[in-house]
């Protein structure tokens, strides 16, 4: 079992920076991929970045590239999201998760989710 507890989230304007926390706790967190999924109010829950078990392999999805960055620190047991100039289409509760193996864009592959941390940038 892994627990994760997600952190970070606020309101802020549209061109500010957010840096979500995922903390880890339970089964040796560096054996798990690890991803962001968002979901935004009347919308399905979206992938929005991942990274394999050892931080050298990272996937993210069209709407944020070059304006997110996944990280993770195994020796804190934490994964990250950078998110770089915001835009208001962010808005949503962004949910990290782990799965054991590689790293995958589909949600119903990932076996622990966290809580969601709620993510609002106004225009």
Do not use: H
Not at 32 to 57: D, L, T
Not at 78 to 91: A, C, F, G, I, R
């Amino acid at each position: 079992q892994v627990q994760l507890v997600g952190s970070g989230g606020g309101l802020v304007q549209a061109g500010s920076s957010l840096r979500l926390s995922c903390a880890a706790s339970g089964r040796t967190f560096s054996i798990y991929s690890m991803a962001w999924f968002r979901q935004a109010p009347g919308k399905e829950r979206e992938f929005v970045a991942a990274i394999n078990w050892n931080g050298r392999g990272t996937y993210y999805a069209d709407s944020v590239k070059g304006r997110f960055t996944i990280s993770r620190d195994n020796a804190k047991n934490t994964v990250y999201l950078q998110m770089n100039s915001l835009k208001p289409e962010d808005t949503a509760v962004y949910y990290c998760a782990a799965r054991d193996g590689s790293y995958s864009i589909t949600r119903r592959e990932y076996d622990y989710w966290g809580q969601g941390t709620q993510v609002t940038v106004s225009s």
